[in-house]
């Protein structure tokens, strides 16, 4: 048996994410089991301290993310996972997360909601809680995957993206993506590279922890090491202290978003499936990528030229690959599963009036099938 057969496995998307997290470099998990996200859980449980890590099962999910936020402020690549009720729970001390800078990634399998739901059942409506869930002006980074594969590769682009940028980084998957299983080579260690925080190198005296560099992130240093610092979730100044001054909130605010904004090709990616001669967009994400790119194949077969735009990252929203894309074409049409159109909303403000776009929802907590985007084809 050759090397890469001793290593393909039919992986489960949860397990291909507990993967990823152990590839990245993860050194602790707390959580609370919730479906359809628990397998995260059980796999971390078995496999952080094989790796040195730490596997904690917190109280609630409100202790989850605080305790993951204490982790990483304490040196360690820290990560948990839940679903809807549970990231609703989160949204405070991600808030936290968020005002100081901390790195963490969380990973939200959508299921169908509102509320408890349809517990066991695949969703896609918390797109823009992942956005906008904490209150005030902030912002994070998403990615959303589409395959198993994509499971595991964004697991460790989570924890690139959040390290390097000093950000938490959300993976939103759904039911579909996370139950489904596929053939997954693991790659091997140093075949993806891995991304560590900035360290601060003068003297600890003068460490400022929010003292932007030109990239516009700041040094992050460990609590327990000789750089005392303090990190606070009310407005503070570059020192980590509550400042209280309208010029240093316009800084801080905009240094938040800038850092992103000045980094957006790098976060920002896509993918394209026949999209060179195509006269029918679909935009989708998640467990709607799969059901699009086979509609879109038996389209063409038909004699309908569709192709497919699946938005790997979700926030922020790639508002100039879907305006490019939308160009070309007279219609685009968004599956999802959510009532609202959540994603056909943005996509709607990118395009404008003058492009038709049309729906496909589904919110009884089944999966959008390629038949359902045919008809509207």
């Known amino acids: 048996m050759s090397k890469v057969e001793r290593k393909v496995r039919l992986i ?25 996200s628990s ?59 968020v005002m100081g800078e901390v790195p963490c990634v969380l990973i939200n399998v959508q299921r169908s909601g509102p509320s408890t739901g349809l517990a066991t059942k695949p969703g896609q409506a918390d797109i823009m809680q992942v956005r906008w869930g904490r209150h005030g002006d902030q912002t994070i980074i998403a990615l959303c995957p589409g395959s198993v594969p994509e499971c595991f590769l964004l697991t460790v682009k989570a924890f690139n993206l959040s390290e390097k940028f000093r950000v938490p980084v959300v993976l939103v998957t759904d039911e579909v ?19 560590e925080r900035k360290s601060p190198a003068g003297p600890p005296e003068k460490y400022r922890p929010f003292d932007a560099e ?6 992050l240093a460990a609590y327990g090491g000789e750089y005392v610092f303090h990190i606070s979730s009310s407005m503070h100044g570059p020192d980590g202290y509550s400042n209280n001054n309208p010029d240093n909130a316009i800084w801080r ?23 060179d001669d195509m006269d029918v967009l679909l935009v989708a994400c998640g467990a709607t990528t799969g059901a699009s790119r086979a509609a879109a194949l038996e389209a063409r077969r038909n004699g309908i030229r569709a192709g497919v735009l ?19 074409v007279k219609k685009v049409v968004v599956p999802e599963m959510n009532y609202a159109g959540q994603v056909a909303g943005e996509v709607q403000k990118v395009i404008g009036p003058d492009t038709e776009l049309t729906r496909v929802n589904k919110y009884n907590g089944q999966i959008i099938t390629p038949r359902d985007i045919l008809e509207v084809l």
């Open 214 to 219: 030109e990239d516009g992130v700041a040094p």
């Open 253 to 275: 605010i905009k240094q938040l978003h800038e850092k992103i904004e000045m980094h957006r090709d790098e976060i920002v990616m896509t993918n394209t499936y026949d999209t």
């Open 177 to 195: 993506i996370a139950h489904a299983r596929q053939n997954f080579a693991i790659p091997e260690p140093g075949e993806i590279p891995l991304v």
């Open 310 to 328: 699946h938005l790997v990252t979700i926030w922020p929203f790639p508002d100039r690959e879907v305006k490019e894309l939308a160009g070309r």
């Open 12 to 36: 489960q998307g949860n397990e291909a994410i507990a993967a990823g997290a152990v590839y990245a470099g993860a050194g602790f998990y707390a959580g609370y089991p919730i479906t359809p």
């Open 39 to 97: 397998e995260i859980m059980n796999d971390a449980a078995r496999l952080m301290p094989r790796v040195g890590g730490i596997f904690v099962q917190m109280e609630d999910e409100i202790g989850s993310i605080a305790a993951v936020v204490g982790a990483s402020l304490g040196g360690a690549k820290a990560f948990t996972a839940t679903s809807g009720p549970g990231f609703s729970l989160m949204q405070e001390n991600l808030g936290v997360a």
